[in-house]
């Protein structure tokens, strides 16, 4: 049994979100009843301070919060990662660590780490086996159909809590949370975990990935499960540009999907084109 971190939910003593299950049972007609659950503030504090229980309820003591996240890796890489790979260069695997966290939300060139660290690819290639097997990173692959061409292959993957990310960029406050320069993929790690967490939590089946083809099209989440695919596109904004959905329209086409979502901070849930919907991520 994988336990998550404290989902939006549980941080915040909501009720389930019918999210899932109007997904599952295929009620895409009915998603504009969902209605708003939580603040801009709330969200961001969730996304800042993440998901650990001792963490997230201790946010308003920054020494405190400082303190247990370096217990944390100091128990996780001196203690937990040696007893179970007893051969590990520790030093080297901390400095992947924090290398994983300027990573999280991007392609994952193996060359450019096993560079930087100066071990080969195969050693970094089993350092990542290592960390997403302890839950600490989520490796999604890259969604690919025999038809499709021009697809990139390479993985893309984030570290799963974003309090993790943000403690290990030293991003300490919702101010400097917001105007970092990597907000956009933090947020993107954000959203993605509390859908993925969110199927699982009500044992709805789904298999994830990311999509992206050489000419820079790009959808940040594709699901597959008992209701079909559906390609989700994350935004950190209020608002849409329509030339900003053209990968997303393209392969609700192409692959005939029932419907695409888009999540941002929008104030409603609205529809963007016959088969395209506008999610607030305070509504799910």
């Given at each position: 049994?994988?336990l998550?971190?404290?989902?939006?939910?549980?941080?915040?003593?909501?009720?389930?979100?019918?999210?899932?299950?109007?997904?599952?049972?295929?009620?895409?007609s009915?998603?504009d009843?969902?209605?708003?659950?939580?603040?801009?503030?709330?969200?961001?504090?969730?996304?800042?301070?993440?998901?650990?229980?001792?963490h997230?309820?201790?946010?308003e003591?920054?020494?405190?919060?400082?303190?247990?996240?370096?217990?944390?890796?100091?128990?996780?890489?001196?203690?937990?990662?040696?007893?179970?790979?007893?051969?590990?260069?520790?030093?080297?695997?901390?400095?992947?660590v924090?290398?994983m966290?300027?990573?999280?939300?991007?392609?994952i060139?193996?060359?450019?780490?096993?560079?930087s660290?100066?071990?080969?690819?195969?050693?970094?290639?089993?350092?990542?086996?290592?960390?997403?097997?302890?839950?600490?990173?989520r490796?999604?692959?890259?969604?690919?159909?025999?038809?499709?061409?021009?697809?990139?292959?390479?993985?893309?993957?984030?570290?799963?809590d974003?309090?993790?990310?943000?403690?290990?960029?030293?991003?300490?406050?919702?101010?400097a949370?917001?105007?970092?320069?990597?907000?956009g993929?933090?947020?993107?790690?954000f959203?993605?975990e509390?859908?993925?967490?969110?199927?699982?939590?009500?044992l709805?089946?789904i298999n994830?990935?990311?999509?992206?083809?050489?000419?820079?099209?790009?959808?940040?989440?594709?699901?597959?499960?008992?209701?079909?695919?559906?390609?989700?596109?994350?935004?950190?904004?209020?608002t849409?540009?329509?030339?900003?959905?053209?990968?997303?329209?393209?392969?609700?086409?192409?692959?005939?999907c029932p419907?695409g979502?888009v999540i941002?901070?929008?104030?409603?849930?609205?529809?963007?084109?016959?088969?395209?919907?506008?999610?607030?991520a305070s509504?799910?």
């Amino acid at each position: 049994m994988e336990l998550s971190p404290f989902l939006l939910e549980e941080s915040w003593k909501k009720k389930p979100s019918d999210f899932y299950q109007l997904i599952s049972t295929q009620q895409f007609s009915s998603l504009d009843i969902l209605e708003t659950r939580y603040t801009k503030t709330q969200l961001y504090t969730s996304c800042l301070y993440g998901g650990y229980p001792d963490h997230f309820l201790n946010r308003e003591n920054q020494l405190f919060t400082g303190q247990w996240m370096e217990n944390y890796f100091q128990t996780y890489i001196a203690r937990d990662i040696r007893r179970l790979f007893p051969g590990i260069a520790s030093q080297t695997f901390r400095r992947f660590v924090k290398m994983m966290a300027f990573a999280s939300g991007q392609i994952i060139n193996f060359s450019n780490f096993a560079r930087s660290l100066d071990v080969s690819q195969p050693t970094v290639k089993s350092y990542f086996s290592i960390a997403e097997g302890t839950f600490l990173w989520r490796m999604l692959p890259s969604f690919n159909i025999n038809y499709v061409k021009r697809i990139v292959k390479m993985p893309r993957g984030h570290i799963r809590d974003t309090g993790l990310i943000t403690s290990l960029l030293n991003i300490h406050s919702i101010d400097a949370l917001v105007s970092h320069p990597d907000f956009g993929r933090i947020w993107e790690s954000f959203i993605i975990e509390q859908l993925i967490q969110g199927f699982k939590k009500d044992l709805i089946p789904i298999n994830t990935s990311y999509y992206r083809t050489h000419d820079g099209r790009e959808i940040d989440l594709i699901l597959e499960g008992p209701f079909g695919i559906i390609p989700i596109e994350i935004k950190a904004g209020s608002t849409v540009r329509s030339s900003s959905l053209y990968a997303i329209k393209a392969f609700i086409e192409t692959h005939s999907c029932p419907i695409g979502i888009v999540i941002n901070q929008s104030g409603e849930v609205s529809m963007l084109s016959a088969r395209l919907i506008q999610i607030p991520a305070s509504y799910l």
